[in-house]
Structure formats: structure tokens, C-alpha cells
């Protein structure tokens, strides 16, 4: 149990437009998402905590206009990308809690790889 | 000064070696601490937890020193399969996961 998936796996857009990312938690009801991003060689970044139907908490110098974050239900959170730029290229990926071993442990998605031309 | 520190390697051992990693943090409120392996442009995947008594499973042993701040790793009976990147990972509090770069670690055969 305590699988989260991750649509899309791997995204190529033009420079200025939106992309949008979800995470889902399949087995299990998340109370809590996180979203990461993850630049080559560089170690997970965290970059918003989400609790379903409430707004998200973004990490200092993240922007929240920029990566709007929608948790619509205990099972769905998506991350959107909006107005591009190549500079957000990089690997995101999002986590859950709540599943069946641990209500703390956090169970990670496999990731999106967003490049941005 | 980083919060999570690590030596990025990388580690290249024979099959069979047997390998130490080192990590130490800043924090000292910091409440939990974690492995994480992460395989090329893969998510992570946990390890194992890591107590202040220290914590085996199998080939793998973790040690928490809370005073020193400092966290380690030792794999005995080096794999293949070890080829990765290893995370250490400490738990601010609420969930708040603080990852290190990691730890690359090549086993030859």
C-alpha cells in the first residue's frame, strides 16, 4: 500500500506558458501533500506543504502566484507551473502522509520532469 | 552553513566492501532522521529511520549521535544493487523534511 503517482512523468512546453502537475494518492487518503523540486546535482528542495481544502504554506522564496497549488480533495494535489520560464526546469516531485504504515511517514510520487524551451 | 550536510563522494567500492557515510546537521531542535536512497533521475525512497540506539536491518546500519549532530550509514557486503544515491534526511517538525545532496556511492564489480 502507499502508492502516490504522478501525471505527467516528463513535460516539454514553450517559455510563457502553464503547466500543471498532480499528484495523486492511490491506496491511501493524504492529509498532508508536499511538493519538491530538484535541480541536477542538488539535493530536494520542499517547496509548499498542502492540507486538502485549505490553502497551501510556501517555503521562503518560493512564489506562490507563480506555482499555484490546489489540493482539491484527500487523494489530489496539483501543482501549476504558470508562465514558464527555462529557469524552472527541473524535476518535481510531491509526497503524501497519511498512508497505512505511519501517519508521518511521507511517500513520494515518481516525479515530473518539466524542461522548458 | 548548510543544515544538512554530506560528503557528495563519490564512493567507488568493490563488491563486497563494506562502506561508512557521515552526515551532521545543524538543528539541534530537529526531531527525526532518515535515509533516503535515490536512484538516477528517480524519487527517493526510504531506507531506513535512524535512532539514537542505533538501528540495523539487514546489511545496513544507522547511528544517531544527538550531541555530535552527526548521523552515519554503514553497508556491509557492498552490492550492485547499493549503486545510488544515498540522502540524509531530518525532520524539522509538521512534516518538514530537510534533504542533504546526498551521497553517491558506485560499486564495482
Known amino acids: 500500500g502507499a502508492v502516490v503517482s504522478q501525471h505527467p512523468s516528463r513535460v516539454i512546453c514553450k517559455s510563457g506558458t502553464s503547466v500543471k502537475i498532480e499528484c495523486r494518492s492511490l491506496?491511501?487518503?493524504?492529509?498532508?501533500m508536499f511538493w519538491y523540486r530538484q535541480f541536477p546535482k542538488q539535493s530536494l528542495m520542499l517547496m509548499a506543504t498542502s492540507n486538502e481544502g485549505s490553502k497551501a504554506t510556501y517555503e521562503q522564496g518560493v512564489e506562490k502566484d507563480k506555482f499555484l497549488i490546489n489540493h482539491a480533495s484527500l487523494t489530489l494535489s496539483t501543482l501549476t507551473v504558470t508562465s514558464a520560464h527555462p529557469e524552472d526546469s527541473s524535476f518535481y516531485i510531491c509526497?503524501?502522509?497519511?498512508?497505512?504504515?505511519?501517519?508521518?511517514?511521507?511517500?513520494f510520487g515518481p516525479g515530473t520532469r518539466l524542461l522548458v524551451l | 552553513r548548510k543544515e544538512v550536510e554530506q560528503d557528495p563522494g563519490p564512493f567507488n567500492v568493490p563488491e563486497g566492501a563494506t562502506v561508512a557515510f557521515n552526515c551532521t546537521y545543524s538543528n539541534s531542535a530537529s526531531q527525526s532522521f532518515f535515509w533516503y536512497r535515490q536512484d538516477c533521475r528517480k524519487e527517493p525512497k526510504l531506507l531506513m529511520s535512524?535512532?539514537?540506539s542505533g538501528n540495523e536491518d539487514g546489511r545496513f546500519t544507522a547511528q544517531l549521535n544527538r550531541a555530535s549532530q552527526y548521523i552515519s550509514l554503514l553497508i556491509r557486503d557492498s552490492k550492485l544493487s547499493d549503486s545510488a544515491t544515498y540522502l540524509c534526511?531530518?525532520?524539522?517538525?509538521?512534516?518538514?523534511?530537510?534533504f542533504g545532496k546526498g551521497t553517491k556511492l558506485s560499486v564495482k564489480p
Open positions: 534526511v531530518v525532520n524539522r517538525g509538521q512534516g518538514n523534511l530537510i
Open positions: 509526497s503524501a502522509t497519511g498512508g497505512p504504515q505511519n501517519q508521518e511517514t511521507q511517500y
Open positions: 535512524v535512532y539514537s
Open positions: 491506496d491511501f487518503q493524504a492529509t498532508t
